[in-house]
């Protein structure tokens, strides 16, 4: 042996032996990795593997697919030989599964569509606006991430918002809530959490803006959030990682000592009200319709930090946390001030959990769950099993009653492998999503609870999606009114269903329409439209468009700067520093031709967009001083900046706006210090 490899650690030899592997050994590692997953999900008793897929050819199987997916750089071979799927339709074509009537997705040149629909944009950090059923793309809100288009994050507002919310770089919106009011949307806010930063914003939908992000203290991520329904008197948030409380170098190589938090936010100020200690690892929350229990599906609660530890057991605990009853120690003054937040112990050992009423309910649910959502008459919540294909349906009123918190789960249907999301039409049918599978199942809630657990009896149909659905939401299903028509599988993978764009594909929105119930393989649910959409949407949320009322220009009363005029279109020092600049701004000139001031003045800019016709939106831009404002009609924004450079600096309007648009320009002459 030389003396390089005895030097060399056991880890980088490993690597080593990997950056050597072919690509066939890499994925026939990959593949036996799967096969030990699939097995202890299917268990000793598994099935034989399904019928081939014809749509494939060359007796390419389900797995294999599922297998494909997973393993880096083998998805082309299996997928890339289907010219079509196993339902025959191509990108943007209807489908006929032998259901009633479908309406038509494709909404005329000029016409509006029916639903609102509100995508969290992953890692863009951002909100996305799209029309249902036309999937067309409408507008971006900004949230966690600067946007120049927008403005966003160079006025001195939103880059102030953000800087107190941590001011990190990026971040990684998750799951968007709408607001309500008696169990309906109200069309107010949208609530979205930060995954990447453990923050929670929240967008008025009047103006369509993030007006407030709280960066919440003891938590590093935050995966689920939720209103509290029915009148949105909490915002709640889980934190995903655990980490010692306080995180300040104790215990780091203590995970037993390690926490997750259910943090409670209030609406209106976005302030943290208090947050609870529990076991596990949280992961989605939903709320009950009556204001009384919230349940967050948990993973890891077997509290490990390698994969083989946190996967190890078959059941992970559901929390319900009974909201009143935290409160109430809240305002006892039950509890421990830290980094200025109240936290409550809800683990398992706390005495808050002793006796018949306990402030968290920790129900044991298979295995690794994912996910939970509420039945929109509040009477059930479904938990997924990600690595168990049943979902387990919780009665939410044995919640408070139940001796043994296993008593609670009524119904466990089989419904197939990698259960993640569920989702309700208001006809008593519930879809979930299977990421293994490709597949999103229909099957009947009530049919499910009478049924024996492990039953696949309550299965009414299965429709094939493109590739490894994540979330699904069928419009307003999540609400007390869900209208039973559309669903959006939101798939992970595209793989072929698009022109190649280079080693990171679009994500595929499919367009489903569930407004019929048949008796046939995919119980009436019907493929009608593919959307390639920029990584990675993580989930969806739809209202009616009437419930939603943005305005078509600001309102003055809205914001605090002052309306600047034509007529007060001014420069006024403030000292030998500091100077103000105000200026008007419309088609196509600025209040002010130019401007001056001194080499190193620090400027404050207030700049109004004096138009009163909607969709008239001009910029205001300096780039040399990073300047970018956007202003639509009647806003009104300010930014601060150091005139560092002396020289001439024109400023330009970045909206196209009339047929003078180019020359609509003004200067800011920067004079020497000396």
Not at 109 to 138: K, N
Not at 233 to 259: C, K, L, M, Q
Not at 280 to 294: A, P
Not at 518 to 525: L, P, Q, S, V
Request: glycine share 10%; charged share 25%.
């Amino acid at each position: 042996m030389s003396t390089d490899e005895i030097d060399t650690p056991a880890e980088e030899q490993g690597e080593e032996e990997r950056e050597h592997k072919t690509e066939e050994e890499l994925f026939a590692e990959h593949e036996q990795q799967l096969d030990e997953l699939l097995a202890d999900v299917e268990g000793p008793e598994a099935p034989d593997p399904e019928p081939t897929l014809p749509s494939l050819g060359g007796g390419v199987t389900r797995r294999d697919v599922m297998k494909a997916g997973a393993a880096v750089g083998a998805v082309g071979g299996l997928a890339g030989c289907a010219g079509t799927n196993s339902l025959g339709n191509s990108s943007d074509t209807e489908t006929d599964n032998g259901g009633g009537d479908v309406p038509d997705h494709k909404v005329p040149p000029g016409e509006h569509d029916e639903y609102y629909g509100f995508w969290s944009g992953g890692h863009a950090g951002d909100i996305r606006v799209y029309g249902i059923p036309s999937m067309r793309q409408l507008t971006r809100i900004p949230v966690f991430n600067r946007e120049p288009a927008k403005g966003y994050g160079f006025d001195d507002g939103t880059d102030q918002m953000l800087e107190e919310a941590g001011d990190y770089t990026w971040g990684d919106s998750h799951h968007p809530n709408l607001s309500e009011t008696d169990g309906k949307y109200d069309g107010e806010y949208i609530f979205v959490n930060d995954k990447a930063n453990g923050r929670v914003a929240r967008v008025n939908l009047t103006y369509f803006e993030t007006d407030a992000i709280v960066d919440i203290p003891n938590v590093q991520s935050v995966h689920g959030c939720c209103i509290q329904s029915p009148d949105t008197d909490y915002v709640f948030a889980n934190s995903e990682f655990r980490t010692p409380i306080p995180n300040d170098g104790r215990d780091v190589n203590n995970p037993e000592e390690y926490v997750s938090v259910f943090t409670a936010l209030d609406p209106e100020s976005m302030d943290v009200l208090w947050q609870v200690e529990v076991d596990g690892q949280l992961d989605i929350v939903d709320s009950d319709k009556d204001g009384r229990w919230v349940l967050a599906s948990s993973y890891n609660d077997e509290e490990g930090v390698e994969i083989e530890e946190m996967t190890k057991n078959d059941r992970d605990d559901l929390k319900a946390f009974d909201v009143p009853a935290i409160q109430e120690l809240v305002d006892a003054g039950e509890y421990e001030e830290i980094n200025g937040v109240p936290v409550v112990d809800g683990t398992k050992s706390s005495p808050h959990n002793e006796g018949d009423n306990p402030i968290v309910r920790y129900i044991p649910t298979p295995k690794s769950p994912h996910c939970v959502e509420v039945t929109p008459d509040g009477k059930y919540g479904m938990v997924a099993g990600k690595l168990s294909p049943t979902v387990s349906i919780v009665d939410i009123e044995k919640l408070g009653t139940a001796d043994d918190p296993a008593d609670t789960i009524v119904g466990q249907p089989k419904v197939g492998l990698g259960p993640l999301h569920t989702t309700y039409d208001g006809r008593g049918h519930a879809y979930t999503s299977l990421f293994i599978d490709s597949q999103v199942v229909k099957w009947d809630i009530e049919a499910a609870v009478e049924a024996e657990k492990g039953s696949e009896e309550p299965i009414l149909g299965k429709i094939d999606v493109h590739y490894n659905p994540g979330h699904i939401q069928a419009v307003q299903g999540m609400s007390t009114e869900p209208t039973g028509d559309w669903l959006v599988a939101l798939n992970k993978l595209s793989k072929d269903r698009f022109l190649p764009v280079g080693p990171i594909y679009p994500d595929n929105d499919q367009l489903i329409y569930i407004g019929n119930d048949e008796d046939n393989e995919t119980g009436g649910m019907e493929l009608v439209a593919d959307h390639p959409v920029y990584p990675e949407p993580h989930d969806a949320i739809f209202a009616h468009k009437d419930k939603i009322e943005p305005a078509k220009t600001w309102n003055k009363e809205d914001y605090d700067e002052e309306y600047v005029t034509q007529e007060n279109s001014r420069v006024e020092r403030v000292d030998d520093s500091t100077v103000e600049v105000y200026a008007s701004v419309k088609r196509s000139e600025y209040g002010l031709r130019d401007f001056t001031v001194q080499e190193g003045d620090e400027v404050t800019l207030t700049a109004t967009n004096i138009e009163g016709t909607q969709d008239i939106v001009h910029g205001l831009a300096i780039p040399e001083h990073d300047v970018n404002l956007a202003l639509a009609p009647q806003d009104t924004r300010q930014v601060t900046f150091t005139a560092d450079e002396p020289g001439v600096y024109w400023i330009y309007c970045t909206y196209f706006c009339s047929a003078l648009h180019l020359e609509m320009r003004s200067r800011m002459i920067v004079e020497p210090s000396e």
